[in-house]
């Protein structure tokens, strides 16, 4: 049984031009290495959803991919040139967090702030940030709250906002780092959609890392699966069975699919809270 909803677009072709390359990088902090051998392409408009233990790397791939962390071994490109700090090729949407309830941001200043570039620009220039802002605040459906302060606002709302802030430049690839955190399951379902529709539309690679499983398997065309140093990359179907994260995680793991939804039993310790969350996904 696949697990893929329908409409899932099709595996990338070898014929598209990868907009992020990743050639046999390795990453350690000092003797420890998280991965190596890493070889990991992917092409405009693909949502790779990367997913682990925890510890396994996933967030300091991130890092590394933002540029904020050198690679210990191996090459990576964007759009064909070595991957600098603060590219505004690159969007991101960082991990939901309380936001201060007295801060006196607004919606729209939050999206704002993905345009920093503009901000002192001349008058015509502040037209079009400001035209920019709000048509980014419409694609994700936060018009109406944009002049809320943000700290009144939802989980769900702030993270909206988050997503429109990564977006507005119009970026190439996205990385989210687990934009799903501590957010009900019907706002999970409402960004990882938002993103996914997104995606499409403007052909902006993603790279999705997450702990909640479930809400990417109908967007997800590849899967990054890393655990004590190993990885595997594929399709949902062939990187989420038994057999591949039995031998990743090096004991018997069980993964159960019911319903278009997956639970994975018999994870070691390190990696239980990920087991649970595969729990509470089902038993809801
Ligand atoms: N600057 C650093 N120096 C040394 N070790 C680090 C540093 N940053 C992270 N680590 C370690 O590297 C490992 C991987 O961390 P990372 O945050 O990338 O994992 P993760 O897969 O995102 O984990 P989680 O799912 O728990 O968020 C962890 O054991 C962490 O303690």
């Known amino acids: 049984m696949s697990l893929a909803a329908e409409p899932h677009p099709s595996p990338p072709t070898g014929d598209i031009e990868p907009v992020l390359r990743l050639q046999d990088g390795a990453l350690a902090y000092g003797s420890r290495t998280l991965w190596s051998g890493l070889d990991l392409d992917v092409v405009p408009g693909e949502f790779v959803a990367v997913l682990g233990a925890n510890g396994s790397g996933k967030t300091s791939l991130l890092q590394v991919l933002l540029g904020m962390l050198p690679l210990t071994?191996?090459?990576?490109?964007?759009?064909?040139r070595p991957v600098r700090r603060g590219n505004e090729a690159i969007g991101y949407v960082q991990q939901q967090r309380r936001i201060d309830p007295l801060t006196p941001l607004r919606g729209r200043d939050i999206v704002r702030q993905g345009l920093v570039g503009h901000r002192w620009g001349t008058g015509l220039r502040r037209r079009s940030t400001a035209a920019r802002v709000d048509a980014a605040l419409a694609e994700v459906g936060a018009t109406e709250y944009a002049d809320m302060p943000v700290g009144l606002l939802s989980g769900g709302e702030q993270q909206r906002l988050r997503v429109?802030?990564?977006?507005?430049?119009?970026?190439?690839?996205?990385?989210?780092?687990?934009?799903?955190?501590?957010?009900?399951?019907n706002s999970q379902r409402g960004i990882t959609a938002l993103i996914d529709e997104q995606r499409r539309r403007r052909g902006t690679a993603v790279v999705f890392v997450t702990h909640e499983i479930n809400p990417v398997l109908p967007y997800a065309d590849r899967v990054l699966y890393l655990a004590?140093?190993?990885?595997?990359?594929?399709?949902?179907?062939?990187?989420?069975?038994?057999?591949?994260?039995?031998?990743?995680?090096?004991?018997?793991?069980?993964?159960?699919?019911?319903?278009?939804?997956?639970?994975?039993?018999?994870?070691?310790?390190?990696?239980?809270?990920?087991?649970?969350?595969?729990?509470?996904d089902v038993l809801q």
Do not use: N
């Not at 004590?228 to 399709?235: A, I, L, Q, S, W």
């Open 228 to 280: 004590g140093g190993r990885f595997r990359v594929g399709t949902v179907d062939t990187v989420l069975t038994s057999e591949t994260l039995s031998e990743l995680y090096g004991v018997p793991v069980e993964v159960i699919r019911t319903r278009g939804r997956i639970l994975v039993a018999g994870l070691p310790q390190d990696a239980q809270s990920q087991e649970h969350q595969h729990d509470a």
């Open 73 to 80: 071994a191996g090459t990576l490109t964007l759009a064909g």
């Open 164 to 185: 429109a802030q990564a977006l507005v430049g119009d970026p190439a690839v996205l990385l989210c780092d687990e934009p799903l955190l501590s957010l009900d399951q």
